[in-house]
């Protein structure tokens, strides 16, 4: 029997694929969506991810098939992934990708176990409070079974007193498609986070673009696309926004940022069109604006929400901080120590779904105040992620909340 889902009484869950490069996940998305989200030319060229990839998919159940993307049974969950990119240089944009989700697949290769970007990734999920995870035990076609099992009782004995500690951990192969039915049951045990649809929204934006094939005609041109996810709240079509920190300027040797103010002309959750939008689910709104102000992902980092609700943007900030005892996502070097903050010290701070750098102005007490490249849009308690440049990679060395 088949059913077409009604996605809008459907619970939705949004999962990041993390891990290692390398380690599968753009393949095991691939299997979990049927889609390829490396298509940039540069992904193609080096066989890497380098972009946030956005795939959604149906899981439905059935009492003989069991669970299936292929519409067999009843609809189960919407799951919209997100596909993180694994190498180490990336860590930022994997950051941003944390902050869009509910939950987590850890991928770890049997055949090669943790390595720095697993540890640094499950740190990263672990500081911005994503408990739900599931370790997918990938390429289990290229080991012995005795090594599978070596390799599952390492991983176990990683994860002891993380936040991965009680995961799941499933044998899988990506690219032969075995086992991918075991991580769709343990996706639908997830229990969805509740949904604020009542307070004022937040969405928070990770992409941002222009949807217009070239030589469509004036009259049918779209306006700039804004990706991401809405924490909070409700947004409607003909519904007023608000977007901070806005349009860079250059003005007189100086960048501005100016608060835009728009309306929502469309509203989408992967392909449907829908009314309006609720938390959950990659969604995206078409706005009013010229296409060219969204294009290449110029508005990724804003916060959307009602006009004149969003605090004022500052370029000033504190920070109550917590930092890692030992380096983890370091290819090049064993674990060493993470040394203190240090005054004039640059950092680069990961705040949702933006990214900006800072120099630390003064140090009190585990508070770091820090004068920002770039503004961000200040919520109380939010979540920081500090990273440090070591030998020209930033590295995550700990978190902090905004004070
Ligand atoms: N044998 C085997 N190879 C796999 C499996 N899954 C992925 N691969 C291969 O591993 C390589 C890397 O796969 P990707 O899916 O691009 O890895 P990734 O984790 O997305 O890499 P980054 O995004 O760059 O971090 C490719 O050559 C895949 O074909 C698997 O289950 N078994
Ligand atoms: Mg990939």
């Given at each position: 029997m088949t059913k077409e889902?009604?996605?809008?009484?459907?619970?939705?869950i949004n999962i990041i694929i993390a891990g290692h490069i390398d380690h599968g996940k753009t393949t095991l998305l691939q299997r979990l969506t049927g889609k390829w989200t490396d298509t940039h030319s540069e992904e193609l060229k080096r066989g890497i991810t380098i972009k946030l990839g956005y795939a959604d998919t149906i899981i439905y159940h059935d009492a003989k098939e069991g669970y299936n993307r292929e519409k067999k049974g009843t609809p189960k969950r919407y799951v919209s992934f997100v596909d993180a990119p694994g190498h180490e240089m990336l860590m930022a944009t994997m950051l941003s990708g944390a902050a869009i989700v509910d939950a987590a697949i850890l991928v770890i290769a049997a055949n090669e176990g943790i390595k720095p970007q697993t540890k640094e990734h499950l740190m990263a999920l672990q500081a911005k409070n994503i408990k739900d995870i599931i370790i997918v035990q990938n390429k289990i076609d290229l080991v012995t079974k005795e090594q599978a099992i070596k390799n599952y009782q390492e991983t176990k004995n990683a994860l002891k007193g993380t936040?991965?500690?009680n995961a799941p951990i499933i044998p899988v192969s990506a690219q032969q498609?075995?086992?991918i039915e075991k991580i769709y049951e343990e996706i639908c045990k997830i229990k969805t986070p509740p949904r604020h649809t009542e307070k004022i929204p937040i969405f928070l934006v990770a992409r941002s673009f222009d949807i217009n094939k070239p030589g469509t005609k004036p009259e049918n041109l779209h306006g700039a696309v804004l990706g991401g996810t809405l924490k909070l709240g409700k947004l409607r079509v003909g519904?007023?926004?608000e977007i901070k920190p806005g349009l860079t300027i250059k003005e007189a040797n100086q960048i501005i940022y100016k608060t835009i103010k728009t309306k929502i002309k469309s509203l989408?959750?992967?392909n449907y069109e829908l009314k309006e939008i609720t938390p959950g689910g990659s969604l995206s709104i078409e706005t009013e604006l010229d296409m060219s102000s969204g294009k290449a992902d110029s508005l990724s980092g804003c916060v959307v929400s009602a006009p004149d609700k969003l605090p004022k943007i500052i370029s000033e900030i504190k920070i109550k901080y917590t930092l890692f005892p030992e380096i983890i996502g370091s290819v090049s070097?064993?674990?060493t120590k993470v040394e203190p903050l240090k005054t004039t010290e640059t950092m680069m701070l990961s705040?949702?779904?933006s990214v900006t750098v800072g120099t630390i102005k003064k140090l009190t007490n585990s508070v770091a105040e820090l004068s920002l490249k770039i503004p961000i849009v200040p919520f109380k308690g939010e979540n920081v992620g500090i990273a440090r440049n070591i030998n020209g990679h930033w590295r995550l060395i700990g978190f902090g909340k905004i004070v």
């Amino acid at each position: 029997m088949t059913k077409e889902a009604n996605i809008e009484n459907l619970e939705t869950i949004n999962i990041i694929i993390a891990g290692h490069i390398d380690h599968g996940k753009t393949t095991l998305l691939q299997r979990l969506t049927g889609k390829w989200t490396d298509t940039h030319s540069e992904e193609l060229k080096r066989g890497i991810t380098i972009k946030l990839g956005y795939a959604d998919t149906i899981i439905y159940h059935d009492a003989k098939e069991g669970y299936n993307r292929e519409k067999k049974g009843t609809p189960k969950r919407y799951v919209s992934f997100v596909d993180a990119p694994g190498h180490e240089m990336l860590m930022a944009t994997m950051l941003s990708g944390a902050a869009i989700v509910d939950a987590a697949i850890l991928v770890i290769a049997a055949n090669e176990g943790i390595k720095p970007q697993t540890k640094e990734h499950l740190m990263a999920l672990q500081a911005k409070n994503i408990k739900d995870i599931i370790i997918v035990q990938n390429k289990i076609d290229l080991v012995t079974k005795e090594q599978a099992i070596k390799n599952y009782q390492e991983t176990k004995n990683a994860l002891k007193g993380t936040v991965g500690e009680n995961a799941p951990i499933i044998p899988v192969s990506a690219q032969q498609g075995v086992n991918i039915e075991k991580i769709y049951e343990e996706i639908c045990k997830i229990k969805t986070p509740p949904r604020h649809t009542e307070k004022i929204p937040i969405f928070l934006v990770a992409r941002s673009f222009d949807i217009n094939k070239p030589g469509t005609k004036p009259e049918n041109l779209h306006g700039a696309v804004l990706g991401g996810t809405l924490k909070l709240g409700k947004l409607r079509v003909g519904d007023q926004i608000e977007i901070k920190p806005g349009l860079t300027i250059k003005e007189a040797n100086q960048i501005i940022y100016k608060t835009i103010k728009t309306k929502i002309k469309s509203l989408h959750k992967g392909n449907y069109e829908l009314k309006e939008i609720t938390p959950g689910g990659s969604l995206s709104i078409e706005t009013e604006l010229d296409m060219s102000s969204g294009k290449a992902d110029s508005l990724s980092g804003c916060v959307v929400s009602a006009p004149d609700k969003l605090p004022k943007i500052i370029s000033e900030i504190k920070i109550k901080y917590t930092l890692f005892p030992e380096i983890i996502g370091s290819v090049s070097q064993t674990n060493t120590k993470v040394e203190p903050l240090k005054t004039t010290e640059t950092m680069m701070l990961s705040v949702n779904t933006s990214v900006t750098v800072g120099t630390i102005k003064k140090l009190t007490n585990s508070v770091a105040e820090l004068s920002l490249k770039i503004p961000i849009v200040p919520f109380k308690g939010e979540n920081v992620g500090i990273a440090r440049n070591i030998n020209g990679h930033w590295r995550l060395i700990g978190f902090g909340k905004i004070v």
